[in-house]
């Protein structure tokens, strides 16, 4: 039985706890940024917090996991798009990305979100494997669509998504 947990909006003091998990080395490949500094995270914090939402997932006063939500506006405002999902390595495995994603597209539901869409990276098996299993489908392939800087080659995203 898991113990008890929030999904909270992040906070500015949260910097730190963000910068931790999106900095992991099993993290930090599959996000749109390269593994930063602690004096370097600041910018991509504040790019981080001018989104819609940005999201915490506490237990036992430790942030476990976050992500951000970026709203359509007009004529998409039915949809959101999801990015910047993490799970600490050493928590991955045991249900709590499972239980925040979940919980969040519940409460997406209950706010008339039709659509949410996401981008991953096509040699992340292990992210393309749990957003299926929550019924995200594969929509399309945005071909060499970004660099590390750690390799030669460009890599493909997928474009996925869930109706709800």
């Not at 506490?58 to 405002?77: C, M, N, P, S, V």
């Not at 949809?79 to 969040?104: C, M, N, P, Y």
């Not at 519940?106 to 039709?114: A, G, M, R, S, Y």
């Not at 992340?124 to 071909?143: D, P, S, W």
Request: proline share 1%.
């Amino acid at each position: 039985m898991m113990n008890a947990y929030c999904i909270r909006d992040a906070k500015k003091q949260d910097k730190d706890a963000l910068y931790k998990l999106y900095s992991d080395d099993t993290v930090h490949p599959f996000m749109s940024f390269e593994k930063p500094s602690l004096d370097d995270f600041d910018a991509i914090f504040e790019k981080l917090w001018s989104r819609d939402y940005v999201l915490v997932f506490e237990q036992d006063r430790h942030i476990k996991a976050a992500l951000t939500l970026t709203r359509g506006y007009w004529r998409g405002h039915h949809r959101i798009q999801l990015q910047s999902f993490a799970v600490l390595a050493k928590e991955q495995g045991r249900g709590i990305g499972t239980i925040f994603l979940k919980d969040v597209i519940k409460q997406l539901k209950k706010d008339n979100i039709k659509r949410i869409e996401l981008f991953v990276e096509s040699d992340n098996a292990m992210a393309i494997r749990f957003y299926q299993k929550l019924g995200f489908e594969v929509e399309g392939v945005l071909r060499a669509y970004f660099k590390r800087a750690s390799q030669d080659q460009y890599v493909n995203d997928y474009l996925m998504s869930l109706i709800l």
